[in-house]
């Protein structure tokens, strides 16, 4: 036979897209059409109770409507026709957009004229149903969303923020008509695109593939191009014996969950995702009740309140279907966070609240973390969400990996602590599958543990601004079920998928240690104030969660429970996994700051109003210590006076160097106002090599080649410019004893003050750098080299730390040339060691070098700011504190220990002594969190973990009367006791490295 493949295949292409499809909709009828655009087409969004009761004025399709962010609502009037054999009648609206992106550009949703909400509105899905023979009268909101990823990306825009986005309308009605839907044409449409996009995944020499081709050339031939209605169903005719063929015995098989991925914030604001979960969610719930077998999924808690809040009657539809078993529940988070920055405590709430709030509403438990597109895993998460209800973890997003190809798609994953959970990776290497040929190859092709089990899951349906599945897919999805040559794909929840995955592959392999994306290692510092921010709140809230509770159990005040709720609520939305990570829009980071700033003021207040009822009158001097560790005396999660007899910091001046000599450590800043030596007087060591020069900033040029606020590309270190000229340089030994040395430098158009404090009894070298930046596409780091010769450095995470080669021996320790850290890193040899401790930065790196005469000596670098011009084209310009500590910690509890303390500094009162709620004995254990009970019993919860990696043993001594101590999980359900021991009255527990353990005192 002579090759006449390309040449099949190119007709069935243009005759698809040019003649079959575009035939789909027959209009019938016109449509009279009436706007009223929201202040001028630029206000904010209105309820829609407000809008139909406005004056709508004449517009007409091809007018131009919609300035970025704007909204303006379509009144849409008309007659539709009788019944037509050919298919249903339905409304067809085009808001202007270009045929691509749905979620990326406008949008609109449609209402009934008494406000009930029809369905969504986007490039893939512009129908709206209505019945023969009635009368049209419907309402559409159309936002002006603007397409802020253009075709070509990640070039500057001034979209991102209302105030700079401009006034010009971005958009044209482009059609609005009553239309058929022609059953035949539309059914043909899809047994071909099924069909064709099967056959250009078979291999070429596949007699499949060939029996597919001439089966399409012999529809095709059938198809009457001047009468698609007549002869489509003569067309189809042909195709139908293809579409029989059954799957061969062991094909690959996918559980397709539908699903809209919605970011929670990204170019667009917090405002815009309110609307964007009621469009996807109406649309959702018509082709539930429409098409039997679909299944859908959506995560965050924050998501479903929001739709209860603003849309009622869409919840109560998504409730129905919840009822059902069809519209599940999945995740258990709050939101999808980020997992890499997130706080311990703060992790552990993403499931407290979203499990709480999925338990409360619906009386479900997710089993199944969903975490798709989060920039990352830490290691810490296996314990953490197995504690919190979870059994399986899903992501993709590790395919994304630039250098090392990951081994595994399902696989157990083991944490810091040995907990393991059951993961998987949907080898479609997406969670926006369309379903096409293309994707259901590749999810069987790529799937890298085919052999030993063949179950895949595939999530379907637009996303990342929301949409979800479409009619066409479920036509696929039919189509596929059972089709020779393909994947065989059912419609099935996560669970179903997880539960028949994990019996397939019971001894399926192990991964340990973090789930590290080989991408995106920018998010570690781009937008600077978001992640003071979030380090700041975190930690208030524990000071308030932990004063209030004191307070109340000792009768002083109130717990404020739900103001509490509230605020977590705010903080755990803003570490959503485009928010903390910086890779959002100006207008989602200016919103964020204030929130913080709320949020700081707020709590602030409710520890002060605490502390004062808990101090009483007096004007004794007392020091409150929020830390697990004793501080100055004074005891942890206690007040007390400091007892302090430290001698105050001497300074000299030797040469040209400053040498400042307190009681632990003689430092020495030279000329260049660099640290030239810090000496440990306690072991005699210094703590910076020989010849080097520690708390030097360095800047690099920062252009990675996609992808602006996330990227930091490996390429960035080749170039290098010391900070290391003076412009002024003072010290002082200020009146309680601490030598000041402060030093100002200038470079391109900003300017930098440093500053490093030696106080009275202290190992620390406290430093801050305040920075006016207006650097672009720059980083700026700080090099602290120390003599200590590792092969792997320490790095904070929830609940314990990772440790990281400090080598690149592999493509994956090269992978990692910028990782992320919590409030230390700790380099160590045995008997000593070095920790950088600070307050929020979350960018480390630990690399090692050449010493001289011989050895290695290894320098921490902190990222302490960058100036990624997309999507935020000013990125973090304008004034920045930062502060870090170099600190001498011959065990990592000492650099556990420093972190505490930097993140909640003492607060100095007057009043009476507060006795801590609770003591430790014995081993190192951190208390994480005191609280009271999620169940308002008045419970005191406490949470607390191993943080050295070692066995531990301890004793906790309650300051009030506990009828009885309850081991419970982080949803303060009871669970097996792993560690308590309770006997004669006193609290043991016993501790595995990174336990995680809480307990449940009941009064
Ligand atoms: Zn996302």
């Not at 042909?238 to 699903?259: C, F, T, W």
């Not at 700033?597 to 409710?606: G, N, Y």
């Not at 090269?814 to 070095?834: D, K």
């Not at 792993?978 to 009064?1003: A, E, K, V, W, Y």
Request: hydrophobic share 40%; with cysteine.
């Amino acid at each position: 036979m002579h090759d006449r493949r390309r040449l099949i295949e190119d007709r069935i292409t243009r005759v698809l897209a040019e003649r079959i499809r575009p035939q789909v909709h027959r209009p019938v009828a016109p449509l009279q059409v009436e706007a009223w655009h929201v202040a001028g087409g630029q206000g904010e969004p209105v309820p829609a109770a407000q809008a139909l009761r406005a004056a709508y004025g004449p517009f007409a399709v091809g007018d131009p409507w919609g300035p970025a962010w704007g909204t303006t609502w379509f009144h849409l009037t008309g007659t539709v026709p009788p019944a037509d054999d050919a298919g249903p009648p339905e409304v067809v609206v085009d808001l202007g957009w270009s045929p691509h992106s749905p979620g990326f550009q406008a949008e609109g949703l449609a209402f009934r004229p008494d406000g009930s909400v029809v369905k969504g509105l986007n490039p893939m899905n512009g129908w709206i149903p209505v019945e023969p023979g009635t009368d049209v009268d419907l309402y559409v909101e159309a936002a002006a969303n603007p397409l802020v990823l253009q075709p070509h990306p990640f070039l500057p825009t001034d979209l991102g923020e209302k105030t700079t986005a401009g006034d010009r309308p971005l958009y044209r009605l482009a059609r609005a008509e009553i239309c058929v839907r022609d059953t035949e044409v539309w059914e043909l449409a899809a047994d071909l695109d099924v069909l064709d996009g099967l056959m250009r995944e078979l291999p070429v020499e596949d007699a499949r593939r060939t029996k597919l081709l001439l089966g399409m050339e012999r529809s095709l031939d059938r198809l009457d191009l001047a009468d698609l209605p007549g002869s489509a169903a003569h067309a189809r005719a042909e195709l139908a014996p293809l579409l029989a063929r059954p799957a061969a015995d062991g094909a690959h098989r996918i559980s397709a969950v539908g699903h809209a991925h919605i970011d929670s914030a990204w170019l667009w604001p917090v405002r815009e995702t309110v609307r964007k979960i009621a469009r996807t969610v109406a649309n959702v719930t018509q082709l539930l009740d429409e098409h039997p077998e679909l299944v859908y999924t959506m995560s965050s808690a924050q998501q479903y309140a929001w739709l209860e809040e603003h849309h009622p009657q869409v919840f109560a539809r998504l409730a129905q279907h919840v009822a059902d078993g069809r519209f599940v529940p999945t995740g258990g988070m709050w939101v999808e966070s980020d997992t890499n920055m997130v706080g311990g405590e703060a992790m552990a709430r993403q499931f407290v609240l979203g499990q709480g709030y999925f338990r409360e509403k619906f009386g479900i438990t997710c089993r199944e973390v969903w975490l798709p597109d989060s920039f990352g895993y830490s290691a810490a998460l296996p314990q953490i969400v197995r504690q919190a209800g979870c059994t399986h973890f899903l992501t993709q997003k590790i395919s994304w990996n630039q250098q090392n190809v990951f081994p595994h798609h399902t696989f157990r994953w083991e944490g810091i602590d040995g907990t393991r959970v059951f993961t998987h990776f949907p080898p479609v290497d997406t969670y926006t599958a369309e379903l096409t040929g293309r994707e259901l190859a590749h999810a069987a092709s790529n799937f890298r543990d085919k052999g030993a089990t063949n179950l895949s899951l595939v999530p379907f349906g637009y996303g990342d601004g929301g949409g979800g599945p479409t009619r066409e897919m479920l036509q696929r999805a039919t189509r596929t079920a059972d089709l020779a040559g393909s994947p065989q794909v059912a419609i099935e929840s996560p669970s179903q998928f997880f539960t028949a995955a994990e019996t397939d592959y019971p001894d399926a392999p192990v991964w340990v240690g973090e789930l590290y994306l080989e991408m995106h290692r920018g998010t570690y510092t781009s937008q600077a104030r978001t992640k003071d921010g979030n380090r700041r709140c975190e930690h208030l809230l524990r000071e308030a969660e932990l004063w209030a509770t004191t307070a109340a159990v000792r009768g002083l005040a109130d717990y404020p429970a739900e103001q509490l709720s509230r605020i977590w609520k705010l903080v755990l939305l803003q570490q959503f996994h485009d928010i903390l990570p910086g890779s959002s829009i100006a207008w989602v980071h200016r919103e964020a700051a204030d929130n913080y700033a709320a949020v700081e003021a707020e709590l602030d207040e409710l520890i002060q109003d605490r502390l004062r009822v808990l101090t009483g009158a007096g004007d004794a001097e007392i020091v409150v210590n929020a830390t697990p560790f004793e501080v100055s005396g004074v005891a942890a999660l206690g007040a007390g006076p400091a007892s302090s007899n430290d001698a105050p910091v001497r300074l000299d001046r030797i040469g040209d160097d400053l040498v400042l000599t307190s009681d632990l450590l003689r430092v020495t800043i030279d000329r260049a106002g660099l640290v030239s030596g810090m000496v440990d007087l306690t072991s005699g060591r210094d703590v910076i090599p020989d010849g080097e020069r520690g708390n030097l900033l360095q800047l690099h040029p920062d252009f990675p080649n996609k992808w602006d606020a996330w990227d930091l590309d490996e390429f960035y270190r080749n170039t290098v410019r010391d900070l290391d000229t003076v412009a002024d340089l003072q010290v002082e030994v200020r009146a309680d004893g601490a030598a000041v040395v402060t030093v100002r430098r200038e470079f391109g158009d900003s300017n930098v003050v440093q500053t490093m404090t030696l106080s009275p009894g202290s190992r620390q070298l406290d430093c801050s750098v305040a920075v006016d930046w207006h650097e672009r596409e720059t980083v700026l780091k700080v090099a602290l080299p120390v003599d200590v010769h590792a092969t792997d450095a320490a790095y904070e995470t929830q609940f314990g730390h990772l440790r990281r080669p400090t080598h690149t021996n592999t493509s994956w320790d090269a992978a990692r040339f910028e990782v992320c850290a919590h409030r230390f890193v700790h380099v160590s040899e045995p008997g000593f060691g070095v920790a950088v401790v600070n307050s929020a930065t979350y960018g480390h790196e630990v690399t090692r070098h050449e010493a001289t005469p011989s050895g290695t000596f290894s320098t921490v670098r902190l990222s302490l700011l960058r100036a990624p011009r997309f999507p935020d084209p000013e990125t973090d310009q304008g004034l920045h504190t930062r502060r870090y500590a170099l600190v001498v910690a011959p065990d990592i509890v000492d650099a556990v220990r420093a972190g505490y303390r930097l993140n909640l500094p003492e607060r100095h009162l007057t009043g009476s002594p507060i006795e801590p709620l609770l003591g430790l004995t014995g081993d190192t254990a951190a208390v994480e969190a005191v609280k009271l009970a999620e169940d308002a019993s008045g419970d005191v919860i406490v949470r607390l973990y191993e943080p050295r990696g070692a066995r531990a043993a301890a004793t906790l001594h309650p300051s009030f009367p506990v009828r009885e101590v309850r081991q419970v999980d982080l949803l303060e359900d009871p669970m097996e006791p792993d560690g308590l021991d309770l006997h004669d009255g006193s609290i043991g527990i016993r501790l595995r490295p990174f336990q995680l353990m809480t307990l449940r005192l009941c009064r």
